[in-house]
């Protein structure tokens, strides 16, 4: 069966810290890959989305970026996080089949002070 | 479309009635629907699709319409639970990307 995790959970992190954070998906190979941000109360924001190991495309120009370094492995990174970065983070994606759903994963919480 | 910058509208229902939540896409090339559901602090939650050659599908206690004259969707949820209390999300597939819809918070009345 196929699985999608995320970590951490929560993070808490002072302004101008780096950022990483990790998605890895289980049971599927050469799915599409996707970041989106939740602010509190809102709807989802897509930020980012890999076709392939190596290929991001980017929505929404800010301070972030996103690296697919293996075919199941998508990461979330910032060299200087903002107050604006907090929200929740949201890893998705969707198989290689003719199936176009796309399924997420837990979240994570990011908070920035 | 997308209204991420907007806060969540409030559909309130009487518990065991039916719900009917709204939702209007932007892209007349989408060609694939889906709905969510999401719950306080976790992941949204795939409830049904629909792909844009059809205009109603039904599920276990959903069913969703698909209006492509107008680019409307609906969710409708018979006798509603209170376990379907929760922020429900329409999203327009548009080539490789998901776009999501504003959603809408779904609260049951006891």
């Known amino acids: 069966s196929q699985t999608i995790h995320q970590w951490p959970a929560t993070l808490v992190q002072p302004v101008g810290s780096p950022l990483s954070l990790e998605c890895t998906v289980e049971?599927?190979?050469?799915?599409?890959l996707y970041w989106y941000r939740q602010a509190a109360g809102r709807g989802l924001q897509l930020l980012f989305y890999s076709v392939g190991i190596g290929q991001i495309s980017s929505e929404v120009p800010q301070n972030l970026s996103a690296s697919r370094p293996q075919d199941r492995q998508f990461i979330l990174s910032s060299k200087k996080l903002l107050l604006s970065d907090s929200g929740f983070y949201l890893c998705?994606?969707?198989?290689?089949?003719?199936?176009?759903?796309?399924?997420f994963g837990p979240g994570t919480r990011l908070l920035v002070l | 479309g997308e209204s991420v910058g907007l806060h969540l509208p409030t559909l309130s229902v009487q518990e065991g009635d039916n719900s009917i939540i709204n939702c209007a896409y932007s892209?007349?090339?989408?060609?694939?629907f889906i709905w969510y559901k999401q719950e306080s602090g976790k992941g949204p939650q795939f409830i049904i699709d629909i792909r844009s050659n059809m205009d109603k599908r039904q599920g276990q206690r959903v069913t969703v319409l698909l209006n492509k004259t107008v680019k409307h969707l609906s969710l409708q949820i018979a006798a509603t639970q209170p376990g379907d209390s929760a922020v429900y999300f329409c999203?327009?597939?548009?080539?490789?990307?998901?776009?999501f819809g504003k959603g809408t918070r779904l609260h049951i009345l006891p």
């Open positions: 892209n007349s090339a989408s060609d694939y």
């Open positions: 999203a327009e597939n548009i080539g490789d990307k998901i776009i």
């Open positions: 998705a994606y969707r198989g290689a089949s003719a199936i176009r759903t796309q399924y």
């Open positions: 049971g599927t190979s050469n799915p599409n």
